[in-house]
């Protein structure tokens, strides 16, 4: 079975243009949350979603937005960017069977942005 | 506060060594879930173990096994007879009640031929 897809792979940007990140989850799996991790740090999570509802927002500013689609897919907009959002973006699926918090996420490859 | 310390930078093995990566949480809940990854160079967190609150056994999984005492707050994991394809980065991470998944800093593990 397909695991967690990312796109893009890379992506190069400029300050103040805004990105959009996508993923796929792995089949089945109807949760997925968003991290960011910065060269050296551990990922921070961002936002979760759940049957397309937003389950969990971590502490990031209001350009970062997120929508899950029906198929489960998700999309990561990052809007105004900064040089500081230069970083790994991670998405992990999930299949919560006893309540959002107690499932095991599995992580895609990642997006690495940079911005210029 | 939800907080995950893992205190080793960096630790450096030569092959076959047994090496041990420390992980201490703090958190208010009494339900809360424990993880470990694994980050190899190509960059995608894999999944290793999940533990909740309530299950206190320690877990052997092939060279691996992972050592959880909530009377120190600590879950530490334990690579027996390391080898190269062991270095990567390696995560401990806390879920709570917060529903969000607060990840420690990370243990390089480097394994040396």
């Known amino acids: 079975d397909a695991g967690v897809t990312q796109s893009p792979t890379h992506l190069i940007k400029t300050r103040g243009q805004h990105v959009t990140l996508r993923c796929s989850p792995i089949?089945?799996?109807?949760?997925v949350s968003w991290y960011q991790q910065v060269l050296g740090q551990g990922p921070q999570f961002i936002f979760q979603?759940?049957?397309?509802?937003?389950?969990g927002r971590g502490n990031f500013p209001d350009r970062f937005s997120a929508r899950q689609f029906p198929n489960y897919s998700s999309e990561l907009n990052v809007n105004a960017l900064l040089l500081g959002d230069s970083a790994l973006y991670l998405c992990?699926?999930?299949?919560?069977?006893?309540?959002?918090?107690?499932?095991?996420?599995?992580f895609g490859p990642g997006t690495r942005l940079t911005v210029l | 506060a939800q907080k995950v310390t893992q205190a080793q930078t960096e630790i450096s093995v030569v092959e076959k060594e047994d090496v041990t990566l420390d992980c201490v949480y703090e958190?208010?809940?009494?339900?809360?879930?424990l993880f470990w990854y694994k980050q190899p160079p190509s960059g995608e967190l894999v999944f290793l173990i999940r533990?909740?609150?309530?299950?206190?056994q320690n877990e052997i999984s092939g060279r691996y096994s992972w050592n959880f005492q909530k009377s120190t707050s600590s879950f530490n994991f334990t690579i027996t007879a390391s080898q190269v394809v062991d270095s990567a980065v390696y995560f401990c991470?806390?879920?709570?009640?917060?529903?969000?998944?607060?990840f420690g800093a990370g243990t390089r593990l480097t394994v040396k031929p």
């Open positions: 992990a699926s999930s299949s919560p069977t006893t309540g959002v918090g107690t499932d095991t996420q599995y």
């Open positions: 089949s089945g799996h109807k949760s």
């Open positions: 979603y759940y049957e397309k509802e937003e389950r």
């Open positions: 958190t208010r809940d009494t339900t809360y879930y």
């Open positions: 533990r909740n609150s309530f299950d206190e």
């Open positions: 991470a806390l879920r709570d009640n917060n529903n969000d998944m607060r």
